[in-house]
């Protein structure tokens, strides 16, 4: 059975923009769910009753209560008390310690074994394949084009703008390209997906922004969670942690699978 960030990612392309403010709200307030009224909720996120009841059949839940049911117990599965090794350490270290945890966790909740097979088979039959990432995402890039090349295949790695938008119009059916970018709106990302997609070449996304552009033109995405929390709120250096989680389970999920 799935679970909600998976029912999410499954049924996204199928909600409307209110279920979708509706589901962000959630994701956002995941703690306070437990003692959350359809009533209250409603009243929260500016969403008739009727339209939350009718979001929740479209992830396949019998209701509001049946979501509400699952998606507690869900919850309270993922977090687990304190850890004896932390209890003494300063309450903020704690919050960015449980920052971590909620960025793997959800990342790992949104796994769904159809999209990771579509995945693998897509990296199985390519020709070649090309892995595009800009700014603190071409580490994990870089690292995924070595890794293929290491398993034999034939691939490489660009973060130039100038080369990613060259390269994007010269890519035939035989092409694999994969996107890496935490929030999917990178400008020279999003042009090359769109050649992409107009010349039918095949796409993989891994990203945490599942409304965002390179979501919606990738054939095959890996969807992980983003914190809204920031350390260091005046700078775009988020971190790429869900990013790292995605890439290493794709490649170990191909070794386990081919090699």
Known sequence: MMNFQQRMQHYYHELSS??????????????SMGDMSITRLSEATNVSTSTIVRCMKKLHYQGFTDFKFHFVSEKSQQFPEVLKQIKDIDS?????????????????????????EDALNAVRYSKKITIFGRGFSEHISKEMALKLQLL?????????????RIKARKFTRDDLVIFVSLNGETDELVEAATFCKQNNVKTIALTTNKESSLFQLCDINLLGYK???????DYEVRSRLPLQVLARIFL???VIRYN
């Open 252 to 254: 170990d999920a191909y």
């Open 18 to 31: 209110s279920d979708k403010h509706l589901l962000r709200y959630i994701e956002e307030h995941d703690a």
């Open 152 to 164: 034999e295949k034939h691939c490489e790695e660009h973060n130039d703008p100038n080369i990613i």
């Open 92 to 116: 903020q270290i704690q919050t960015a310690i449980f920052k971590n945890q909620e960025e793997v966790t959800n990342t790992l909740n949104y796994l769904d074994s159809s999209i990771i």
């Open 227 to 233: 914190s809204k929390k920031s350390y260091f709120p």
